[in-house]
C-alpha cells in the first residue's frame, strides 16, 4: 500500500474543508427528493469540485506571489475553518432527514430513515474517492510530461507547455469517449426503432384509421409511438358511454421519422392523410408535436377526445428516435424543422377553407413537444389568419417563447404562476391552479401553459452557478420545500440533478403531467359545447389514473 502515501502526503486540508463544506451544503433540499445513493454521489462530486477549486485558487495565490499564512498562524486557521465546517455539516446531516421528508411528504412518496445516512456518507466518500484518484493520475501525468520538457528547455516554459499538453490530451480522450457512447447510444436507439418495424402488430382493421391498408401512412414505418397513439385512444363507445350522446371516433394521424426522407416530406404526407381521413371536417383539429422518442402522452390526448364528443382531430409528425435528454443535444433543430414543416403545412391548407366551415385549430406539446411547438408557432406569421388557441405543458427552460411570458408577467404574480395581462390571452396552470380564473373574458386567442411548480426542466437557470433563480426569492409554492436556499456553485449542481430524477416523481410533480391536470387547460382553451364544470369533475374522476395513461381504460 506504498502508492497510497504519496497522495495522502499531498492533500491540502484547506482545499479538503473547502470540499467538505461543498458536501454540507449539497444536504440542503431543492426541487426534486433524492435517494440516499444519489444524495451520495451529488455530496462526492461536489467535494470533489470544492477541493479542486480550491487547489485552483491556491496556484492563483503562488503564482501571483502573494503572502501565506505559515506556523502557527497557519494551524490556528485551519482549526477555525475545520470548526465551522465540522459545525455547519453537523447541521445540515442533523437536519437533511427532515428536509428531504418534509419534500417527500408534499409529494406522497415513502420517508427517509436514518440508515440512509450511512448510505450517504459511504456513497459520497467513494465518489469522491475516486475522482480524488482521477485527479491525482492526472498530476502524475503532468509532472512526467513536464520532467520530459525540463531535458530542453527553462522551467517556466516546461511548466507552461506541460499543462498545455495534458489538457489537449485529456479533451482529445474524452471527446473520442464520449462521442463513443453517443454513437453506441445512437446505434442502440436505431436498432431498437428496426426492431418494432420488423415485430409491427397487424394492420388497424378500418379505413378510417391511420395505417390501415386505405392509408397513406406505412403502418410498419410508422414506428411504435406513432402505432400506439392511433390504436390506444377511446373509441365512439367509449366516448359515448361517459358522455351519453352518439360520438364519433377520433381521427389521429401520426407520421412516423421513417415515413418520409425530409420534415418536409413528412409534413405533406400528414396533411394527404388528413384530408383522406376528412379531418378538416371535424369540429376540433389539434397539431401537437411529439417527445423526442415521438412518445404522445395518453394522458393529454384522451381528455381533450372526451370533451368535443370524438369530434376531433389530431396530428404529429416524429423527428427523433432519442430518448428526450439526447435529442435536445443531437437534434434540436431537426425537431424545430419538424414542427414548423407540419404546423406551415397544415396551416396553410386549412387558411384555404371557408371560415364557417373549417375546424377550430390548436397546437399542442409536452416538454420537449412544447418547445418545439412554440418555436413553430409564429404569432407574425398567423397573424392574418390566426389559430383558435395553445396548450403547452412543461416547457424546457430554454423555450424564448415562454421565456417572454414569463418576463411579461404582472409584478404581484409568482414567478411559478405568473399572470400575464389581464388574463385574455395568456393564462398560467399548475396542479393547484387550473387557469380558470382571470380579470378578464378569453380573447380571440387562446393560449394556456401548464407548468409544476417542482419541475426543474422548466424553472432550472443556467445562471444558479452565480445567482438565485427568481422563483427562489419567493415564498416557496405549495409543494417546494421552505428550508430551500439559495448556495453559489452547489444550487446549480443540485438543479441539474433534479433535471434527471423530474422524470421518477409522482404524478403531478416534477416532469410527471397526468390527466387530471391537463383537463381544465383544455377545457379553457378549446371551450367545448355545452360543458360545465360538473363535466370536468367527472371527467378527472373517469381518468384517475397515473399520468401516463390515458382515458380509455377507466
Known sequence: MRWIRPLIAGVSLPCLLLGLLFFAASLTPSLIPREPMVQGLLGGILVALG??????????????????????????????FAALVAGFSIWTLTFSFEWQNELRAKMGMELADAKHLAQILLAGTGTFALFFLIGALVAALFRWVRDRFYR????????VLGVVTVALLLFVVTRDGIFDRVVTGLDESFEAAQMLFDIAPDLPESPDQAGSEASLIDWAAMGQPGRDFVLDGPDADAISAFTGKPALDPIRVYVGRANGESPQERAE?????????????????????????????????????????G??????????????????????RTGLNQA????????????????????????????????????A??????????????????PPFPSRFWQQAQNAR?????????????????????????????????????????????????????SSLWRAPPWMNEPPAEDVSKHLVFIPVVTQFQLAL?????????????????????????????????????????????CDIGYQLGCQNR
Open 51 to 80: 477541493y479542486l477549486l480550491g487547489r485552483v485558487l491556491e496556484l492563483i495565490w503562488q503564482a501571483a506571489d502573494l503572502p501565506r499564512m505559515r506556523g502557527r498562524l497557519a494551524l490556528v486557521g485551519n482549526i477555525v
Open 152 to 159: 530542453f528547455m527553462p522551467p517556466r516554459r516546461a511548466n
Open 269 to 309: 404526407l400528414a396533411l394527404a392523410e388528413l384530408i383522406r381521413l376528412r379531418a378538416f371536417d371535424r369540429e376540433v383539429l389539434i397539431v401537437t408535436s411529439p417527445t423526442g422518442t415521438g412518445w404522445m402522452d395518453p394522458g393529454s390526448h384522451d381528455p381533450v377526445e372526451y370533451m368535443h364528443n
Open 311 to 332: 369530434d376531433i382531430a389530431t396530428v404529429s409528425a416524429q423527428y427523433s428516435y432519442l430518448q428526450s435528454p439526447l435529442a435536445l443535444v443531437l437534434e434540436t
Open 340 to 375: 414548423t414543416a407540419l404546423l406551415d403545412v397544415v396551416h396553410s391548407y386549412w387558411r384555404t377553407l371557408p371560415k364557417d366551415r373549417r375546424p377550430r385549430f390548436y397546437v399542442h406539446g409536452l416538454s420537449l413537444g412544447a418547445w418545439s411547438s412554440m418555436y
Open 377 to 394: 408557432t409564429n404569432l407574425f406569421r398567423l397573424a392574418d389568419d390566426p389559430i383558435d388557441g395553445a396548450f403547452w405543458t412543461g
Open 410 to 462: 404582472e409584478p404581484s404574480s409568482p414567478w411559478v404562476l405568473p399572470i400575464i395581462g389581464d388574463g385574455s390571452f395568456v393564462r398560467f396552470a399548475s396542479h393547484f391552479s387550473d387557469a380558470s380564473q382571470a380579470i378578464a373574458d378569453w380573447g380571440e386567442m387562446r393560449i394556456v401553459f401548464l407548468q409544476y411548480s417542482s419541475d426543474p426542466i422548466v424553472f432550472y437557470d443556467p
Open 498 to 542: 433534479d433535471m434527471a430524477l423530474s422524470f421518477g416523481t409522482p404524478p403531478g410533480h416534477g416532469h410527471a403531467y397526468f390527466a387530471q391536470d391537463y383537463i381544465s387547460p383544455w377545457v379553457e382553451v378549446t371551450a367545448p359545447a355545452d360543458w360545465n364544470a360538473t363535466d370536468t369533475k367527472r371527467l378527472k374522476a373517469h
